[in-house]
Nanobody, 115 residues
Framework: QVHLVESGGGLVQTGGSLRLSCAAS????????MGWYRQAPGKQRELVAR???????NYADSVKGRFTISRDNAKNTVYLQMNSLKPEDTDVYYC?????????WGQGTQVTVSS
């Protein structure tokens, strides 16, 4: 069984920064794509950023130039550096990994940006 544990969420003022981390543990052979999604109450979960094993990335238009995704394959960990945060970035953020061809989700971490 694989567990994803997220950390780094919290409350920050507009223009501030946060760094999210998500570490996978358990029986793992390989992890392909890692990503971050976010979801507001009553809305669909949406992609924020993702990164392949080789390091190729893509981002939602709304976060390009402000957020940076990275990964440490040796630690089975994905990061999301979030800069220049805006109130509209307030959401629950979830990490997602494809572990040995299975889709795994973290439990979510709240990010709140105050105006």
């Amino acid at each position: 069984q694989v567990h994803l544990v997220e950390s780094g969420g919290g409350l920050v003022q507009t223009g501030g920064s946060l760094r999210l981390s998500c570490a996978a543990s358990g029986s793992i052979f390989s992890i392909n794509t890692m990503g971050w999604y976010r979801q507001a109450p009553g809305k669909q979960r949406e992609l924020v950023a993702r990164i392949t094993y080789g390091g190729s990335t893509n981002y939602a238009d709304s976060v390009k130039g402000r957020f940076t995704i990275s990964r440490d394959n040796a630690k089975n960990t994905v990061y999301l550096q979030m800069n220049s945060l805006k109130p509209e970035d307030t959401d629950v953020y979830y990490c997602r990994m494809i572990v040995d061809s299975y889709v795994c989700w973290g439990q979510g971490t709240q990010v709140t940006v105050s105006s």
